[in-house]
């Protein structure tokens, strides 16, 4: 014999309980709406915000230390994504505890609204790129279409402040009525649902590919020296390896921008300030104008765990950085050089390293033959070879500040990174995969990438099952500044078993990769490159 369970609650207070559910659904949905008017309007309107990406770039920038490693170590590339489906969920969330709140008393709701409204003002009016104006009439029209949303889904669960008194049949009180309309309900939820998916589609679609000054109508005039072409024997023919050039649409990319900037280069202008003789102004078509060079150089991100991939290899079509700097005269004092982006990112760098002259420091205007790709800073970005991306690879370049080192720390310095930071001496094994299964008894390569920007790489090489250093086969080094690739062949045993590969690197002047262990933060992460794979 079986039994059912029953609920010993009264059924009013049954209904109400599945009034409250349904007041939380209401409250995240009058959520969803006002970040989907909040997204609409970005897209349209040129320096209207979206309130999700101002409240993540206010994250950003305020976050604590070692949040930047932990949060890239868990999402990758991901990371600005997480964060912005995290900022929609932990709305979604406290709107759903208001909407609950507001079948008691309205006022909760509309206090609680009129707080999210400030926390959006004030993080849309700190961002650069944001008109004040379109700021304040984004959040009036996102906080007003989000409760009259409430408002609508609130009114089909009889909140107590609408309901009537209760009922007189059977002296029945009203906690015996039905507590709200499950058709409606669902019908009006519904139709928001589908309505605030759609319109916050299309805003973060036009906003993510608005094309005012992009640069694909863009075009790269021909430098002044030819091309420079790979030579012979600059890459080797490895399956898995990683190319010597990155492709653009496959360069890693790490910043703190959520959506990259639109910028229009028929208005861009690039200002070299500070302590200098004279300002200088130059347009998109000045800096077209000037003498052009090509140069390779490998750029890397500080957060790069050893054997990651935040690192790659383009071709940089670019003007030579010191000759802008002459034009403006730089004084003596100056010994740091700022980059500013269109967001408000900053990275400064010693001015005697980009004046060493055995280096070659850019305003890079293209990449592997094409306009710089948007997401990686058009109109113009500086390039610096040798030091990692967030002390010197300023994207969306809009200002150059020439000041001294100790009157200025860029973005990421407070927020607990070295304030130097030249690339360290790494390599990468590429293929085999680690955790892989590879053919017992034949010949297996074992390959990878090695840099050490602008050191050079002198020297790679290998150890299996931590016996000794083998030299493996070195591409032919395009110059100082970039990557080369390596290969070594592997006899693997007849008998399987699982084995374990090791990789060092020695830069140009002979010194060999260390091998203490440590993290990214604060200057880099050090070590091997290890990983184990079975034969069978």
């Known amino acids: 014999m079986t039994t059912t369970a029953v609920d010993p609650s009264p059924p009013g207070a049954r209904a109400s309980r599945s009034a409250d559910v349904a007041a939380f659904v209401a409250g995240g949905l009058a959520a969803g709406v006002g970040i989907a008017i909040g997204e609409l309007m970005a897209g349209l309107i040129v320096g209207a915000p979206s309130l999700v990406i101002a409240i993540g770039d206010t994250v950003i920038e305020n976050q604590p230390p070692g949040a930047k490693e932990l949060i890239v170590e868990l999402f990758g590339t991901n990371n600005k994504l997480a964060l912005n489906v995290g900022i929609v969920l932990t709305s979604i969330l406290l709107a759903g505890l208001l909407g609950v709140a507001g079948r008691r008393s309205w006022r909760v709701p509309l206090i609680g609204f009129g707080m999210a409204a400030a926390v959006g003002l004030l993080a849309a009016l700190s961002r650069p790129l944001v008109e004040p104006l379109w700021a304040i009439v984004t959040v009036a029209a996102a906080i007003s279409g989000a409760l009259l949303a409430l408002r609508l889904m609130l009114s089909t669960t009889r909140p107590a402040w609408t309901a009537g008194p209760p009922a007189a049949s059977g002296g029945a009180g009203r906690d015996e009525m039905p507590d709200w309309d499950r058709r409606r309900f669902l019908q009006i939820g519904g139709g928001l649902a589908v309505g605030a998916i759609v319109l916050g589609a299309v805003g973060r679609n036009l906003l993510v590919n608005r094309p005012g000054g992009a640069a694909a109508n863009a075009t790269l005039p021909s430098a002044a020296a030819p091309s420079v072409e790979l030579p012979q024997g ?39 300030k500070g302590l200098v003789d004279r300002e200088v102004s130059l347009s998109y078509d000045d800096l077209q104008s000037m003498p052009r060079i090509e140069q390779y150089v490998t750029i890397a991100c500080v957060s790069n765990e050893v054997g990651g991939r935040l690192v790659g290899n383009a071709l940089w079509t670019a003007v030579d950085l010191r000759e802008v700097l002459d034009m403006a005269g730089v004084q003596s004092a100056a010994d740091q050089i700022v980059g500013r982006s269109v967001d408000g990112f900053t990275a400064g760098f010693p001015t005697s390293w980009a004046m060493d002259p055995d280096r070659v420091p850019m305003i890079a205007i293209g990449m592997n033959g094409q306009p710089l790709p948007v997401d990686h800073g058009y109109p113009a970005r500086l390039i610096i070879p040798g030091l990692y991306g967030y002390v010197s690879a300023t994207k969306w370049l809009s200002e150059i500040e020439l000041t001294t080192w100790d009157a200025f720390d860029g973005y990421w310095i407070p927020r607990g990174w070295a304030k130097e930071a030249p690339i360290l001496t790494q390599s990468r094994i590429d293929t085999p995969r680690g955790g892989s299964t590879v053919a017992a008894g034949s010949s297996v390569p074992i390959a990878g990438v090695a840099w050490a920007p602008d050191r050079g790489v002198q020297r790679v090489e290998v150890s299996i099952d931590d016996g000794a250093w083998q030299d493996a086969e070195m591409s032919l080094p395009l110059n100082d500044a970039t990557w080369v690739q390596w290969k070594l062949a592997w006899q693997t045993p007849s008998d399987g078993g699982r084995h374990r590969l090791r990789v060092r690197a020695s830069d140009g002047n002979g010194t060999v990769q260390t091998a203490e262990v440590t993290p990214p933060a604060p200057d880099g992460a050090r070590g091997y490159h290890t990983i184990d794979v079975s034969v069978g």
Do not use: H, K, M
């Not at 898995?240 to 990259?260: H, K, M, Q």
């Open 234 to 272: 600059a890459a080797l023919d490895v399956e898995g390896i990683s190319p010597i050039v990155v492709p653009n649409d496959e360069f890693y990319r790490i910043d703190t921008a959520l959506v990259s900037p639109r910028v229009d280069a028929a208005t861009w202008q690039l200002q070299v």
